[in-house]
């Protein structure tokens, strides 16, 4: 993808004459979409990123929120690999957790969960469930190998995603305050340390790639730019990271991610208002006769770029050493411009913040997205249950989560298939919450309202397990920004997200774009997964499933009939191809979340489960087990299926020994429905005024294992 005329004028105007091709490609890969944001940019102002425990927010390669006791530091980050999980799922989803992992180390943090979003085409397609195998294996194999824990998520299939998957992760990193480290150079004068695997020539151009559409044809013409991981080359990294911090022979540090050294290097000194001087052949390699160009953009993994003092690079490259690590020492900090040289000639010799930061925004036109149609299918209710149970976007995900080593690090307390992850850090005593994902259903029928939806279900994942929400970080992915449908739509979900997060009280810290999420098959529907991470006092949180003694509660609105039940966005009427109007959201959320985090919390508490995905009969299938049960009874104006299957978050099933104190909790925040008993007969007993329905837990089970029948 050539620099632009117009990018090309404005770089000749700055220096003076035409660029190099070494400065005119470091140019086109900086001044990308997916380096520069440069259509999305102007939106991102929406988001609240303030807040007393946020110590580091956007802009570095992961934030720094401390928690409440503030003894300790989390990091949290997150990513996407759409284009390269496209043409390679192997290899491009594991080095995104690569990637991400990197972002955490470069803060001084030691990596302790990873959270990955994935959504692809129709599960009944061949090419989804070969992309869905590939991404999964690639994100274990890496996940594993490096030892850190893949704790949670989300999965949807959808048909906008077959010419272009999403693969979105997130990482959570620990670190006492004085460890911390940033990507903004301190010093001039002090030199640039690479260390990690050589370099050699894959990923070239990987950061351009990722900002244009895929074509037919992507698979095989664009495999140079997909990145070839080694996590054991990874795990060495990590311990030789923090063998460097515990000497204090780091002052800061990047990440060798999106437009290789280039990259890294001139964000690192121009973050620090520097230059650098570097000389390109120091850089340790594994190919003979490379050239400049491809030295500095290629985007080889498992490479750190550290700014080290001049009297710690002889102690550096023993502990690199140590580890089995190349070691270069391939320049300087400066305080004139950002120079690079090869061969005795100068090839790049540009202002390092006009490089970094220079690319102009985007001004795109939008248009405002069509409304759903309204048509509410009639389908039997035995039909319907069995249709929505065993859709693969509500269907069990433990084929999935059974290929990670969730457990390793021992701190999981609650792991995937949970509503959000919970993590002891048994240094303070606390749990930390943490849920991750989108839906695409929901955006596609109301971009904005869906938008506000993901976040209020995140939120509502962590109150499940009696969290508090303290912060957050997003991936905005979109289709091409230049057709203004997809632009707007692409505006209405950062609206949407930021006005969400911002009612709940809770700061966005960082974040990443991806857009050009185009193919063949068109756009991807606008897709903002969200991470977010809370906090509670200890680990042992509520379950999912029910014990067997309690009264079961729904908290929040009862579905309502007729043009007000708002079944938009549905898996019942994606099973069934209807469509209408997205349901209304709580009008005070951040009580909400509140309250049901204390409730859930309560003695009287024995299980919590929020309501979303499937609405209440996937909330009631999945809290049946083979020793516990349900007796539940719907009555109203509402349809069964009206009540059974519409989809509004901040919803909440709750059971509980104290009905009444639940309720009086809830008084002015939120209705309290009482819909039965929980029993020890295993089976959920389901009466509504359009029939009854009795099915044991093991054959919700079965019916439940799509994703294992088809994969194995």
């Given amino acids: 993808m050539p620099l632009s005329a117009p990018d090309r004028e404005r770089v000749v105007e700055e220096l003076g004459r035409e660029p190099t091709r070494a400065e005119a490609a470091l140019f086109e890969n900086l001044w990308s979409e997916h380096c520069a944001y440069r259509s999305s ?183 140079p730019a997909v990145q070839v991981g080694d996590p054991y080359a990874e795990k060495r990294l990590i311990e030789a990271n923090e063998a460097l911090i515990d000497e204090s022979l780091v002052e800061s540090a990047r990440d060798l991610g999106a437009a290789g050294l280039g990259g890294a290097s001139s964000e690192l000194v121009a973050k620090g208002e520097f230059g650098a001087r570097i000389d390109l052949e120091a850089v340790h390699q594994r190919e003979p006769g490379m050239n400049a160009l491809e030295i500095l953009l290629a985007e080889s993994q498992e490479r750190m770029c550290y700014e080290v003092a001049p009297e710690n690079t002889e102690r550096v490259a023993e502990i690199a050493d140590r580890f089995d690590l190349g070691c270069s020492v391939i320049g300087e900090i400066t305080d004139g411009n950002y120079s690079c040289t090869f061969d005795g000639e100068t090839v790049v010799d540009v202002p390092a913040e006009f490089l970094a930061d220079g690319a102009p925004a985007n ?58 992850a919970v993590l002891a850090i048994q240094e303070t005593g606390t749990g930390l919450a943490l849920s991750a994902g989108a839906e695409p259903n929901w955006t596609a029928a109301a971009p904005h309202a869906g938008a506000r939806a993901i976040a209020l279900e995140n939120a509502t994942n962590l109150a499940a397990k009696g969290a508090t929400p303290l912060a957050a970080v997003d991936c905005l ?95 019942y009427l994606d099973t069934t191809d209807g469509s209408d109007r997205f349901p209304t959201l709580p009008e005070n959320p951040h009580a909400l979340i509140e309250t049901l985090a204390d409730v859930a919390n309560r003695e009287g508490t024995r299980a919590v489960h929020d309501a979303s995905h499937g609405g209440l009969a996937v909330t009631l299938a999945e809290m049946i087990s083979p020793v516990a049960g349900a007796d539940v009874e719907l009555d109203g104006p509402a349809s069964a299926a009206e009540q059974l299957f519409h989809e509004q978050p901040g919803r909440a099933v709750v059971e509980t020994t104290t009905p009444d104190a639940v309720r009086e909790a809830f008084a002015d925040i939120a209705p309290v429905h009482e819909i039965g008993t929980a029993t020890d007969t295993g089976r959920l007993d389901l009466a509504t005024d359009d029939g009854e329905l009795s099915i044991a837990a093991g054959t919700i089970a079965e019916r439940r294992a799509v994703l294992d029948r088809a994969m194995d």
């Fill in 363 to 420: 001004d795109l036109p939008t248009e405002r997205p069509a409304e759903p149609t309204r048509d509410l299918p009639e389908t039997a209710l035995d039909t319907a249950f069995e249709r929505v149970i065993g859709d693969p976007n509500t269907a069990s995900r433990e084929w999935v989560y059974r290929q990670y080593d969730h457990e390793v690090g021992l701190r999981t307390a609650r792991g995937p298939g949970d509503d959000s």
């Fill in 41 to 223: 940019r102007p939106l991102l102002s929406a988001f609240e990123s303030d807040g007393e425990q946020v110590v580091v927010g956007p802009g570095d390669d992961a934030a720094v929120v401390a928690l409440p006791d503030e003894e300790l530091y989390v990091t949290f980050g997150i990513e996407s690999h759409n284009h390269p999980s496209y043409v390679d799922p192997y290899d491009g989803a594991a080095t995104g957790v690569g990637g991400i992992v990197r972002d955490t180390l470069s803060m001084g943090a030691y990596p302790i969960a990873l959270l990955d979003s994935l959504y692809f085409g129709e599960f009944d397609r061949e090419h989804s469930q070969y992309l869905f195998d590939g991404v999964v294996e690639g994100i274990a194999d890496y996940g594993n190998a490096i030892g850190v824990p893949t704790v949670g998520g989300s999965l949807a299939f959808h048909a906008g995603y077959e010419g272009n998957p999403l693969v979105n992760v997130a990482c959570v990193g620990l670190l006492p305050p004085d460890r911390l480290l940033t990507a903004e150079a301190q010093h001039a004068g002090n030199k640039l340390v690479l260390v990690g695997n050589a370099t050699g020539r894959d990923g070239l151009g990987g950061a351009s790639f990722a900002s244009e559409d895929l074509g037919k044809d992507a698979a095989t013409e664009d495999r």
């Fill in 477 to 571: 992915n979109g289709g091409n920004p230049e057709k203004t449908d997809v632009y707007g739509g692409f505006s209405a979900i950062v609206d949407g997200l930021a006005g969400m997060c911002d009612a709940l009280s809770v700061p966005v810290v960082g974040g990443n774009v991806s857009l050009y999420n185009d193919s063949a098959a068109g756009a991807i529907p606008p897709t903002p997964t969200i991470a977010m991470l809370g906090a509670r006092d200890g680990y042992d949180a509520p379950p999912t499933e029910l014990v067997g003694d309690g009264t079961i509660l729904v908290i929040g609105d009862r579905a309502l009939a007729g043009h007000e039940a708002g079944l938009g966005g549905s898996t």
